[in-house]
């Protein structure tokens, strides 16, 4: 789905995860062949110099290319996702943290590519977020900007200042 946007609105504009990857990488993963595990006893490590994969490099390209789609910049948006808490109060408060496409993102190896992370600071304390609440899925709306934030967990591409956060509950188009 590909929204019109008018960046001097502050009507927030629901997008979805692939429309902050740059169509260019999108085919790019269309294109590359299905990935092949050798469990063979004679199969070469993937893990050493003597493994020779001619897609790995486009696929390292892809995971982490931090291009960016610049539509959304300054544009607020509304992006359904799952919090990965990167700071924590002494009250055990989410003070900062990345919003993700998928449940486990972050936690798993590899994170996703930094353009499917948005990283979100400043969280209020009266909006309460706890660890616990990385479970649970959730409707984050506020104001996109093109702006690299790394973390031990991942490099995000995007930064949101946040307005709202709510549960997440889909909503079917009538």
């Known amino acids: 789905m590909i929204s019109a946007v008018d960046v001097?609105?502050?009507?927030?504009?629901?997008?979805e995860w692939v429309e902050l990857m740059p169509e260019h990488l999108l085919e790019a993963l269309d294109n590359l062949p299905m990935l092949e595990h050798d469990y063979s006893d004679d199969a070469v490590d993937p893990f050493t110099d003597e493994w020779n994969d001619p897609y790995a490099d486009a696929w390292n390209d892809i995971l982490t290319s931090t291009e960016v789609v610049t539509r959304y910049a300054d544009t607020v948006i509304r992006l359904p996702g799952y919090i990965v808490p990167l700071?924590?109060?002494?009250?055990?408060?989410?003070?900062?943290?990345?919003?993700?496409?998928?449940?486990?993102?972050?936690?798993h190896v590899p994170p996703p590519p930094?353009?499917?992370?948005?990283?979100?600071?400043?969280?209020?304390?009266?909006?309460?977020?706890?660890?616990e609440d990385m479970y649970t899925a959730y409707w984050l709306t506020g104001?996109?900007?093109?702006?690299?934030?790394?973390?031990?967990?991942?490099?995000?591409?995007?930064?949101?200042?946040?307005?709202?956060?709510?549960l997440y509950q889909y909503q079917f188009d009538e």
């Open 8 to 15: 001097e609105a502050d009507t927030p504009v629901t997008i």
């Open 114 to 131: 930094p353009n499917q992370l948005i990283y979100v600071d400043e969280v209020p304390a009266e909006v309460n977020l706890r660890v």
């Open 87 to 107: 700071d924590i109060d002494d009250k055990q408060r989410v003070r900062s943290f990345f919003l993700v496409p998928y449940f486990g993102a972050c936690i």
């Open 143 to 166: 104001r996109l900007s093109l702006e690299i934030n790394s973390h031990e967990l991942g490099t995000a591409a995007y930064r949101v200042k946040m307005q709202t956060i709510e």
